[in-house]
């Protein structure tokens, strides 16, 4: 990696949190801290000269994220015209500004990073490119403009929390027919042929799987597509979710649909693939082109492990995003200490990490958000969005294990809805008991 102090990340807030009406939990789930490090971890810029956040920061609901912006050493820099231009909003266009002006002043910028899916800043990256330098798109797979991709010299994806919940969140159940559940044409004709299973073991669901692909290559129509550009990964899952009502891909140890489908086509004629501009694809192996990156088979997950306990826990409701255990019980031990006391939750996280040098923002924010869920504060007013809210440590919890207890006795819960049981010796590594 080169060393010079050579790059400049600017960060596009309203399009990270996908407008101005984002919701509390696409804000818990945005950290800053570990889209750095997904940019870092390309190896492609040098130390990091300027960062730059823009966003309209006199927003209340923005205090959560004051914390983190400090300790990267991010300019927040203020537009007030946040998300709410008719034609082109102000953070967009203040960006712009910025970056071309940082080309001209500051000739030793040689990288340009860009945290933002916009189509609008493609004219940015060519003139950029204009002035010789290289840039960086960083930005959700399922939100970036394909021109803004095509004219970077490299593009970092980062997870989309909503995106990945709603592909893994089980389809409603209350339609009244086979017709209305299903909205492919291919699927449409799948459904008169192909029966529900009210099974949902592994067997009867790979079964049943298998059994819809199978149909896929026997149908003209999707066997055409298979063996032309695939068929999308999003018409399989729909008619899965069809065949088998309450399908889930966790309930296997797989975080992922496109996970479950790797081990569902293993050792048959088809796999999954991933297409320029990121849609994924099932195809037969025979027809993958050339521009398609084959996803590896995989075999099966055990369901209960850390990394599928803790996906269970930060997804859905109530949501527990828990960090390391040392940062957590820290953190508890302190605010029996310290009773937080009808503040806002940015300034909770500020006083934490003002009387807890060991840890950071970003754990201080998961940790209270986590303790907040497991009902472990008071928030008033009732009903109002939690950034507007102020919360208040309750007073009937005498110690940090009994913060802990209760918080392992809600996470305890949310998995056994899920997975129907748990296994105490791995709860156990993500909520160890306190000494």
């Known amino acids: 990696m080169n060393t010079r102090f050579n790059t400049a990340i600017f960060y596009d807030i309203e399009n990270l949190l996908k407008g101005y009406s984002f919701s509390q939990r696409m804000l818990a789930n945005l950290s800053l801290s570990q889209i750095l490090e997904e940019i870092k971890r390309t190896e492609k810029i040098g130390q990091i000269a300027v960062q730059r956040a ?4 006199s927003d209340p609901r923005l205090a959560i994220m004051r914390g983190e912006i400090n300790e990267l050493g991010i300019d927040p820099i203020q537009v007030f015209g946040f998300s709410r231009e008719p034609r082109k909003n102000a953070a967009d266009l203040q960006l712009a500004i910025d970056a071309v002006d940082l080309a001209h002043v500051r000739p030793a910028l040689e990288v340009f990073v860009i945290v933002s899916g ?52 089980p389809a409603s159940q209350t339609q009244p027919s086979a017709q209305t559940e299903v909205t492919d044409p291919r699927n449409v004709r799948l459904a008169r042929q192909v029966k529900k299973t009210p099974t949902l073991t592994l067997e009867a669901v790979v079964a049943k799987t298998r059994e819809i692909l199978d149909w896929y290559t026997k149908d003209a129509v999707s066997r055409a597509d298979l063996m032309k550009n695939g068929i999308n990964l999003s018409v399989v899952q729909e008619a899965i979710r069809y065949a088998v009502p309450g399908f889930q891909p966790i309930k296997f140890g797989f975080t992922k649909f496109v996970e479950y489908m790797q081990f569902a086509c293993k050792d048959s004629e088809l796999c999954i693939a991933r297409l320029p501009g990121s849609q994924v694809v099932v195809v037969g192996r025979g027809s993958v082109q050339s521009e398609m990156e084959v996803l590896p088979d995989l075999d099966l997950k055990n369901r209960h492990s850390v990394d599928t306990y803790r996906f269970i826990l930060s997804t859905g409701s109530p949501i527990l995003r828990l960090p390391s255990p040392g940062d957590l019980y820290a953190i508890s031990s302190w605010l029996v200490q310290n009773p937080i006391q009808g503040v806002d939750l940015g300034t909770a996280i500020e006083n934490l990490v003002g009387g807890l040098s060991t840890v950071s923002s970003e754990a201080a924010k998961l940790g209270l958000l986590s303790l907040i869920s497991a009902g472990l504060f008071l928030c008033e007013p009732e009903g109002a969005p939690l950034s507007e809210q102020k919360i208040t440590l309750r007073s009937d919890v005498p110690s940090a294990s009994a913060l802990i207890e209760t918080l392992k006795s809600v996470a305890r819960k949310k998995i056994e809805d899920t997975l129907s049981e748990v296994r105490e010796e791995v709860l156990q590594q993500l909520l160890p008991d306190v000494a």
């Not at 823009?54 to 920061?57: E, G, I, S, V």
């Not at 960086?136 to 004219?151: E, L």
């Open 54 to 57: 823009y966003a309209n920061w």
């Open 118 to 169: 916009d189509g609008g800043f493609a004219a940015l990256a060519k003139k950029l490119h204009e002035y010789g330098k290289t840039v960086i798109g960083c930005a959700y797979r399922s939100s970036a403009s394909s021109t803004f991709q095509a004219v970077c010299d490299a593009f970092v994806w980062i997870p989309d929390p909503e995106e990945e919940e709603r592909q893994d969140r």
